[in-house]
């Protein structure tokens, strides 16, 4: 991956289809500042029950978004592609669960998904089942009936619909080599691991990003990496989960950074910021909002480890979201089994800081190390769609708005997206950011970004006091 600018978008939603994507990308489309993009679920189907993360046929396109020669033919334009490669669950209705469902123990796919039995062979107690970390309410099983009538409990740790795999089974390992065989045929450069850190299930352990886990993601990027791929994580948890796991691959996602910047606003304390960048991992892709809303447990403890904030930091966080939201993100945000504060924040970066305080945010993202990358809603300024996540009852679907042509054209000529664009040429193009970097307190909430490289210098001077904020930049 290029150290230019990515971009973070479905389809649907921006271009209304991948061709229409290509062209907001390359030759002097209003998006082509970008150097790559990464690609949100396309495979069937785009539009399933979670919003493409359930896929019924992981290896191929939507045919109502395009196929594999629209991503060919962006990749072909010089854009970086990124796809999913989602590991840990596959769609209810795939051709190998039914298959399994059908067959039973005659299947091909026998011993491909993940049953109650594999992990408690001798049965469990309540404590062996309650210690499973899962980000959603409820326990992670699923009834589901065999042809002839047996009845089994199917591992499903994020929706009933998305069954999990047990990646460590041959016949998984060669569905997994079957999608990076595709992907690496079809111009894809990067594959980001989806929900890794709950792929592998160990009684006695919270079975989230164990050694057994860490182990199995250093196979699966060898695997990755002999088709010519780079790989991503993709890993909400505690920071020093992050820096266990970004030895392993080529990049991981700085999820810390947004946390931080929402508490330094409401508190003009920029020390956690400064701590962070002492330890934040060099391979990172930093974000805002993404996807699944504004990451908020990064930056917090977990377990007896304590983290860049403590429970009362994060709770503010989320309590002043809500008064800036009027209240949308504390109704579109869910609380997970077993936690006293959501999982992140369900709206939009926009939403909970207003343009100013936006356009700072954006601004530090994109002068701190590591590859920039920038989700679509966020770019164009999006507010929270009450009306999609009403609609659906999916929190996150606040910050997933599907944009027509007339909105797309009215959001790109906004002088919030236009000063972000400006922002992304600069940083994707000028010689500084090939340079070394340099971040200083300069007293109060005041910090100082720069980056040298010989006679070529940007800086960029931010003021996180809650009262003031600003920023300023300095370019030779």
Same mark, same amino acid.
């Given at each position: ?328 993100? %504390?109704? @579109? !945000?869910? =609380? ?10 369900? +709206? *939009?970066? #926009? &939403? ?58 009215? %959001?790109? @000529? !906004?002088? =919030? ?10 940083? +994707? *193009?000028? #010689? &500084? ?44």
């Amino acid at each position: 991956m290029s150290t230019r600018v990515q971009l973070l978008a479905y389809a649907d939603r921006l271009g209304r289809d991948l061709d229409g994507v290509r062209r907001l990308l390359t030759d002097d489309g209003p998006l082509a500042a970008f150097g790559g993009v990464h690609l949100l679920p396309f495979f069937v189907p785009f539009d399933g029950a979670d919003a493409g993360f359930d896929p019924v046929d992981h290896a191929t396109v939507d045919p109502r978004l395009g196929t594999w020669a629209d991503v060919r033919a962006l990749a072909a334009a010089g854009v970086e592609v990124t796809a999913d490669l989602i590991v840990n669950h596959v769609s209810s209705q795939s051709a190998e669960f039914a298959d399994w469902l059908a067959r039973g123990a005659a299947s091909a796919y026998e011993g491909m998904f993940l049953t109650y039995d594999r992990v408690f062979p001798a049965g469990a107690r309540e404590a062996d089942i309650t210690a499973f970390y899962r980000p959603r309410v409820g326990l992670p099983f699923t009834p589901y009936q065999q042809a002839y009538g047996t009845r089994r409990l199917v591992w499903t740790t994020f929706m009933p619909t998305q069954v999990d795999l047990d990646v460590r089974h041959p016949a998984a390992t060669a569905y997994l080599e079957r999608i990076l065989r595709t992907f690496a045929e079809n111009g894809i450069r990067t594959v980001r691991l989806d929900a890794v850190g709950y792929a592998i299930k160990t009684l006695g352990t919270d079975s989230f990003l164990t050694p057994q886990t860490l182990e199995w993601v250093s196979e699966v990027t060898a695997l990755a990496r002999s088709f010519g791929l780079q790989v991503l994580v993709e890993l909400h948890g505690h920071y020093s989960q992050q820096q266990a796991i970004a030895p392993l691959v080529d990049y991981v996602y700085d999820f810390a950074i947004p946390a931080l910047l929402l508490h330094a606003f409401g508190t003009g304390d920029v020390s956690r910021l400064l701590r962070w960048f002492e330890l934040r991992p060099a391979n990172a892709i930093t974000v805002l909002d993404t996807h699944d809303g504004i990451g908020v447990i990064d930056a917090g403890p977990s377990g007896e480890r304590p983290g860049l904030l403590d429970h009362a930091e994060m709770a503010a966080i989320f309590a002043r979201a809500a008064a800036a939201t009027g209240g949308q993100s %504390a109704e @579109a !945000s869910r =609380l997970p089994a077993w936690t006293t504060v959501p999982h992140q924040i369900n +709206s *939009t970066f #926009p &939403a909970v800081l207003g343009p100013e305080r936006y356009l700072i945010a954006r601004a530090f993202q994109l002068f701190s190390p590591g590859v920039p990358q920038l989700y679509y809603a966020g770019l164009l300024g999006s507010g929270n769609d009450m009306e999609r996540y009403r609609r659906t009852g999916e929190g996150r679907e606040v910050n997933r708005h599907a944009y027509d042509d007339d909105e797309l054209a009215a %959001a790109l @000529a !906004s002088p =919030l997206v236009t000063a972000q664009l400006d922002l992304v040429r600069l940083r +994707s *193009t000028h #010689p &500084a950011f090939d340079g070394e970097f340099a971040l200083t307190a300069r007293g109060g909430a005041v910090l100082e970004l720069a980056w040298t490289n010989g006679p070529h210098r940007a800086g960029l001077t931010v003021d996180l006091d809650p009262s003031t904020p600003s920023y300023r930049l300095e370019v030779t």
